[in-house]
């Protein structure tokens, strides 16, 4: 009775284990060495290959720009409201992708909440390569969010607090002092946008659209390319896969740096 009980959670496990990663074997098995060399050549691999990469690059760095400081306030200081927000900065991560996509329709469509003064200054988003970019920052930004505000509430206050008798510019403090002792957490979190944003599908899809060479990325071309050229389509996976592992292996390189330091 003794050995049954041990031995049904490692067969548990063992199953869960099994089932996850078949699916990555059958990808990666899907099609040769030498087809995927030949579909490299492809205008519709290397088209969303290079406009993924690129629109991916864009979005984390501007989620890096415009996220750091929010996450840092949210980090350190106390106000009314900031439970909220911090709730807020999650909901695209619980958010289907088919709504994410509507609500930036709704929001940046010519006859949307804001598309109609974008329109006035000649803006049209949907259609354009900052309509994937925008999809890809609203459904990656809460990744970095969630590891730059661990990153600086794990900083010690009193290393800020001894160089205040050094300086008094907070700007100064915050650029050598408590960037240098959260960039770890801060890598980590631009790493994992920048694979969510590689990723993105849903949103993309119904805000962007599917033009090639435009704002079909990776994971749309996939799909576009299933009825039509399905080594076209294996072979972006395999890409996909291939980054998705790479990602994560340098990312718990980088965690694992940063609990030490800790």
Known sequence: MNISLKIIPILAGIIFLVFLIIPLIAILTSISFFEIIAKLQTKIVQDSLKLSLMTASISSTLVFLFATPLSFILARKDFRGKEIIDALIDVPLILPP???????LLTFAPNGLLGSFLLKVGLVLPGSIWAVILAQVFVASPFYFRSAKAAFESVDKRYEANAR???????MIFIRIILPLSKIGLISGMIMCWARALGEFGATLMFAGNIPGV???MPVA?????????????VLSVILVIFSFLIL??????????NNKL
């Open 215 to 217: 704002t079909q990325t």
């Open 249 to 258: 292996i340098v990312f718990r390189y980088i965690s694992r740096r940063w």
């Open 98 to 104: 088919a709504v994410a996509g509507l609500a930036l």
């Open 165 to 171: 008798l050094l300086t008094k510019s907070e700007t």
């Open 222 to 234: 996939i799909y576009m390319a299933m009825g039509t050229d399905i080594f076209a389509s294996n």
